[in-house]
Nanobody, 121 residues
């Protein structure tokens, strides 16, 4: 029901935009978020946005470089990633939860499949 896309390979300093399209139901009343999992590491929170786009939250590691946004009419959430670093290399997952706090803590109701982002130095 959540389909992430937009991953790929990029050099350090470059940009990518991930998209997560929802299908089967509307997620306009859900908070949405992005998580990532690097090889050999646990999945970690990246960014979250409230249902009305009024509130965003970011992990300290991406603050100032990544921007989360959503278009409820298109049932889609985005993650604009700028100034990418090799340590951003990971599989990125989108998720949906009842509130932005729920999403931030990883207790999501829905998870999408991942999209791989590889940043080379």
């Amino acid at each position: 029901q959540l389909q992430a896309s937009g991953g790929g390979s990029v050099q350090a300093g470059g940009s990518l935009r991930l998209s997560c399209a929802a299908s089967g139901r509307t997620f306009s009343s859900y908070a949405m978020g992005w998580f990532r999992q690097a090889p050999g590491k646990e999945r970690e929170f990246v960014a979250a946005i409230s249902w009305d786009t009024g509130t965003m939250r970011y992990a300290d590691s991406v603050k100032g470089r990544f921007i989360i946004s959503r278009n409820n009419a298109k049932n889609t959430v985005y993650l604009q990633m700028n100034s990418l670093k090799p340590e951003d290399t990971a599989v990125y997952y989108c998720a949906a939860g009842g509130t932005i706090m729920v999403v931030t803590t990883g207790r999501n109701d829905y998870w999408g499949q991942g999209t791989l982002v590889t940043v080379s130095s």
